[in-house]
């Protein structure tokens, strides 16, 4: 039953309507790295000093609005596509039960999305690098990948799980989901002291700026230099501890909500 | 196709058990006090559109909790078990099914959700098709089925399992003639092996050519449960109507006016016949025999014509 359930996770995430969101990552990484080598092209900059900020730089952008939006309204798919496609019938009157179904479309939407923005990493870093000319010692600063993708992973995990909770506010769905990472995630992150823990932006560019202690980097993010990040292990806990939050609020609602072909809570 | 013994499964309280069971959304009632049991055969939900049959079908399938009373499935609360649905096939009326998936990949993943091992569940679903006639389509994308395939697969996928209990919401909706007999051949056929079905339909006939055991439903009341003629017998104050086909209407119709159980005679000269309306059946029968037998009336036939779903289901509504 658990590999019949991740079928239907992988089905959803690879053929459904909103299929694509996943692999815009690696595309945008794609036209970042277009831009990168236009503007090369164009200014006489010094080729080999700023590569690793101009890295840092587009990958906040990915870290704390792309990878956001395209988590958050595919999580929102995650219930959203098989209540509109009237597929949830078939899910929720099997021994199952409600929740595990959606567990492994969350389960394996993270997967994807975990590789996804792993390749799309590697792609703005590989890029913005040739493009600025840094040959040599491509793979002195290849950590810093390792610790963005991990933290895009962990991002993507926290941001899946708000759309799916999101999804059951019905149509509505997608612009909550909208106004959450553009308004309140931005608003959160400037709340003075713990509370900016509540901006799972800061969780997340946390985690990146892990990697800020190896050798020769500046600071790592350079587009909210204002924002106070906090420490690898707080920001770890943090995570955790929204995810269990986040679930358990799904689990208490999906046990809650009807789903009539007429009216319904999470249909309508 | 292979069948589970259900003789095992055989319980004390029906297959489905509903005890005042309401249903509401604000102030609009779409269940009011509702109390049936359904235990073996094919048991038809009747009622015109927004009549309540959905609502119904939804609390027995565990998508809506009763306002008030209790519905059990097998002694289960569908709401709160969802390990009920091991022994319950649900058939949805809307189009619904993950287009891009073969007929068999779509089946036999229902199968592995309801509990069935890979090789179970394929081996189920290649029977469950071929009993509704597509077994030339099992690789073919469900979302390029017609509407009348789609609901054979949707039938499949709801005995792939080889539930105890079938619920379909409008079984019979988009499917042609030749598929429709078949589908009702299959139903029975399901029926006699000792699955319980339960059925919804807005289109009488449908009903009337599965079962006789129907439950009327309308605007969220039960208005009758029972044998189709039972039902009908239980309208005392309505007429029986009876089409009586003669080569002589006149003369008859001047016979039948003087028997006392006679209420009323209307001429359908175009048919030759007449349209007799009693309260006594019987003795419009035994007076019609007479008539024959020894005034020499000519009779070639003596049909009811009311004794059709639709014509219950009128009576009751109004």
């Known amino acids: 039953m658990i590999l019949a359930l991740l079928k239907i996770g992988w089905y959803s995430a690879w053929r459904s309507r909103k299929s694509g969101s996943p692999l815009l990552l690696p595309a945008l990484a794609l036209v970042f790295v277009a831009i990168v080598w236009a503007v090369n092209f164009s200014s006489r900059i010094h080729p080999r000093e700023p590569a690793l900020e101009i890295y840092r ?19 929102v798919g995650i219930l959203r596509e098989e209540v509109e496609g ?14 595990w179904p959606l567990f492994a479309k969350w389960l394996v939407a993270n997967v994807v999305f975990g590789i996804l923005s792993g390749i799309a990493v590697i792609i703005l870093y590989v890029g913005i690098m040739l ?49 959450y990472v553009i308004f309140v995630d931005f608003l959160a992150a400037l709340l003075p002291g713990e509370l900016r823990k509540l901006s799972m932006k800061i969780i997340t560019l946390s985690l990146s700026a892990s990697g800020a202690t190896l050798e020769g980097q500046r600071n790592p993010l350079h587009l909210i230099q204002h924002q106070e990040l906090v420490s690898l292990n707080e920001a770890l806990a943090t995570a955790r501890l929204l995810l269990a939050v986040l679930w358990l609020i799904i689990f208490v609602l999906l046990k809650t909500i009807e789903v009539g072909s007429e009216r319904a809570a999470g249909a309508s | 196709m292979t069948m589970r013994n259900r003789s095992q499964f055989e319980n004390q ?5 509903c005890h005042g069971v309401s249903k509401w959304y604000g102030q609009v009632i779409a269940l009011n006090n509702i109390s049936l049991e359904i235990s073996a055969g094919i048991v038809g939900l009747l009622g015109p559109n927004g009549a309540g049959k959905t ?22 609360d569908p709401w709160t078990q969802p390990q009920v649905f091991r022994r319950v096939g649900y058939c949805p009326d809307s189009d619904g099914v993950y287009e891009k998936m073969s007929a068999l990949e779509f089946v036999s993943l229902l199968g592995r959700l309801s509990g069935l091992s890979a090789e179970e569940s394929h081996k189920s679903a290649v029977a469950r098709l071929d009993l509704v006639g597509l077994s030339r389509f099992t690789h073919q994308k469900v979302g390029t089925f017609s509407k009348g395939m789609k609901q054979r697969v949707k039938l499949a996928a709801a005995l792939v399992h080889d539930p105890d209990l079938l619920v379909l919401d409008e079984p019979l909706n988009g499917l042609d003639p030749i598929a429709r007999i078949k589908m009702i051949r299959v139903l029975r056929e399901l029926a006699e092996s000792g699955m319980v079905i339960l059925l919804s339909s807005h289109i009488l006939a449908e009903v009337e050519a599965l079962t006789s055991h129907i439950i009327l439903i309308h605007h969220g009341n039960i208005l009758a449960e029972g044998k189709i003629e039972e039902i009908r017998a239980l309208i005392a104050n309505q007429p029986y109507t ?32 007449l349209i007799v309306r009693t309260a006594e059946a019987a003795a419009l029968c035994k007076a019609v025999q007479e008539l024959v037998c020894k005034e020499g009336h000519m009779v070639t036939s003596l049909a009811p014509l009311d004794d059709s779903l639709e014509a219950v289901f009128q009576y009751l509504v109004k």
């Open chain 1, 57 to 75: 730089n587009w990958s906040a952008m990915f870290l704390s609005f792309i990878v956001p939006l395209l988590c958050v309204f595919s999580g």
């Open chain 1, 86 to 99: 009237k597929t949830l019938v078939f899910l929720w009157t099997r021994p199952c039960g409600r929740v």
């Open chain 2, 242 to 273: 009876y089409r009586i086909q003669t080569d002589d209407p006149r003369s008859l119709a001047r016979a039948l006016v003087m028997v006392p159980a006679v209420e009323s005679v209307e001429f359908d000269l175009e048919n030759s016949s």
């Open chain 1, 131 to 179: 493009a600025r000319g840094v040959r040599d010692d491509l793979l002195t600063n290849f950590a810093v990948v390792g610790w963005d993708s991990a933290a895009l992973a962990v991002g993507s995990s926290i941001y899946l799980a708000l759309g799916l909770l999101f999804s059951m506010f019905g149509k509505r769905a997608m612009t909550l989901a909208a106004s």
């Open chain 2, 55 to 76: 609502t119904l079908l939804e609390l027995l399938t565990g998508r809506l909790r009763p306002s008030r009373g209790r519905v059990r499935v097998f002694g289960m």
């Open chain 2, 13 to 17: 309280d029906g297959a489905i058990v």
